[in-house]
């Protein structure tokens, strides 16, 4: 079998469709759900799209977490023993089961919600974090930026189940929430550990976490206002080894990005 | 005096563990470096393999083992230095060059197409050989000297077998024609054919069949 295999040869089974994340974004359909009014995109119980709203985003977790199980499982195979230490290696190991275990998870509460495998669309711009050739790069944008990804979405979607007095989702959430900071908190640990002698080194691995932490921002997908659907879980993001600074600049490209959501879809919505 | 100062036998009547065992320091050091090679490339193509099965079922199942076979190249990790091994990594090699030419082509199928191919490698062919020969260590081993080895074999035994019995049951209910049980024998018979080359996971005399003894039957 051959080192990194790209995200065009992940395998899965006949109800699984991909779909690229440009079409997504420039889906001509995009501005015309823009004018309608469905309130704002955080996950809220009196939103009147929040069924199918919970529905859509269990299933990207689901699509989510088998993309982090293969990443992890690929970090196993692709680095030889002088490329990546033995105990790094041990610990994405044990990565590969817990996301096992989230897959797992996951396709029950998408039962639970009411939603199946392959109802909506995957696109696997989540495992392309993990094709990173420099296991320093690929820890850093795997386990800081795309599970740090997953403690929001976990965090918003545990707090949805507190609101909805949904007690099997706010459970099943909470025990990934503590999966995924142990997660993050690998990533903060091997990024120090591999960088300690090489700043420059350590330098690029952040700057590829925020170039990957941009694309996960989704057009205003994750943030601190109302209009994004999954909220930054700052307390939890501090656990996993993430500094206030660090989370005050996560804060800030969200918003960038929020803002050129809107304004995208401003003009998008002119021009139709 | 009291009862609490009596003299009692050290070994309980119903503690019959002996002293004797049929592996030294260096022969068992040799032995679980073998092992660690060995649990660590099964464990870095379970993952590897996770994303290139489009079966789900498989694929959770890969991902939860892939942990397991970590869990053991670490606990032999851990005991090399117990057996006076400093450097961790010298011991940890193939048993020869022949057991790698059959770890590479247990590790060699990558199509989507092939999962009856890797599953029969890993669960028809290596782990009853990893069962087998961590049996065979079990149960030559001191029980006295070598407690610790006996106490992380019995761990790995426990989930070799869990594992085994996984792995099994997907390929039953893959294999459903008279096609595919054919592919998968012969499958068995290629690798099994390797592995006897090489004379076993910790080389000749893997299972205490050495050559003088084999010689001397
Ligand atoms: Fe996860
Ligand atoms: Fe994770």
């Known amino acids: 079998m051959k080192k990194m295999l790209p995200e065009s040869e992940l395998a899965r089974d006949e109800r699984f469709v991909r779909s690229k994340i440009e079409d997504r974004i420039f889906d001509p359909r995009g501005p015309k759900l823009a004018t309608r009014n469905t309130g704002p995109a955080m996950m809220a119980t009196d939103r009147p799209a929040a069924a199918e709203r919970s529905r859509s985003l269990m299933h990207g977790i689901f699509v989510g977490e088998i993309q982090a199980l293969e990443g992890a499982g690929r970090t196993c195979f692709d680095f030889d023993d002088d490329e990546a230490p033995f105990q790094l290696k041990l610990d994405m190991a044990r990565q590969c089961w817990d996301e096992s275990r989230h897959c797992e998870i ?14 909506y669309t995957e696109s696997t711009f989540l495992y392309a974090a993990a094709c990173n050739p420099d296991p320093v790069m690929r820890l850093t944008g795997v386990n800081r930026a795309l599970e740090g990804l997953a403690i929001d979405v976990f965090n ?8 909805s007095t949904d007690p099997v989702l706010e459970f099943c959430e909470d025990w990934m929430l503590a999966d995924e900071v142990t997660h993050v908190k690998m990533g903060s640990d091997w990024l120090r550990r591999l960088t300690e ?7 690029r691995a952040l700057e590829f976490q925020r170039t990957v932490d941009k694309i996960f921002n989704l057009g205003g997908f994750r943030g601190e206002q109302e209009e994004n659907p999954v909220q930054l879980a700052r307390r939890f993001r501090e656990l996993a080894g993430f500094t206030d600074e660090e989370n005050d600049s996560l804060s800030k490209l969200a918003a960038e990005s929020t803002e050129e959501a809107r304004q995208m879809s401003e003009l998008l919505a002119g021009n139709n | 005096m009291s009862d609490a100062f009596k003299a009692r036998a050290p070994f309980a009547p119903w503690d019959r563990r002996e002293l004797p065992g049929l592996f030294s320091v260096e022969d068992t050091a040799r032995r679980v470096g073998n092992y660690k090679w060995t649990e660590m490339r099964l ?16 694929k959770l199942v890969l991902g939860r083992h892939t942990y397991h076979h970590a869990w053991h190249a670490e606990l032999w990790h851990k005991r090399l230095p117990e057996l006076r091994e400093m450097n961790q990594e010298r011991m940890t090699v ?6 790698v030419a059959f770890m590479d082509s247990v590790r060699d199928p990558e199509a989507p197409e092939l999962t009856i191919e890797k599953l029969v490698g890993v669960y028809r062919v290596l782990i009853p050989r990893l069962i087998a020969v961590y049996t065979y260590h079990l149960n030559g081993t001191s029980t006295i000297t070598d407690a610790p080895t006996i106490r992380s074999l019995k761990f790995a035994l426990q989930d070799e077998f869990d594992d085994w019995r996984d792995g099994e049951m997907l390929l039953q209910s893959l ?3 008279p096609e595919k049980v054919d592919r998968a024998a012969r499958r068995q018979q290629e690798l099994e ?25």
């Open chain 1, 106 to 119: 996951s396709i029950k509460l998408g039962d639970h919600l009411g939603t199946e495998i392959g109802e």
């Open chain 1, 156 to 163: 918003t979607m545990r707090e949805f189940g507190k609101e």
């Open chain 1, 197 to 203: 002698k090489d700043p420059e080194r350590r330098e």
């Open chain 2, 43 to 58: 464990f870095e193509v379970l993952g590897g393999w996770v994303a290139t099965v489009p079966e789900l079922d498989v």
């Open chain 2, 94 to 99: 193939p048993a020869n060059d022949a057991f």
């Open chain 2, 175 to 177: 294999i459903d024609t």
């Open chain 2, 193 to 217: 054919k390797l592995y006897i080359r090489s004379g076993g996971i910790a080389g000749p005399g893997s299972l205490g069949e050495t050559a003088e003894e084999q010689g001397a039957a």
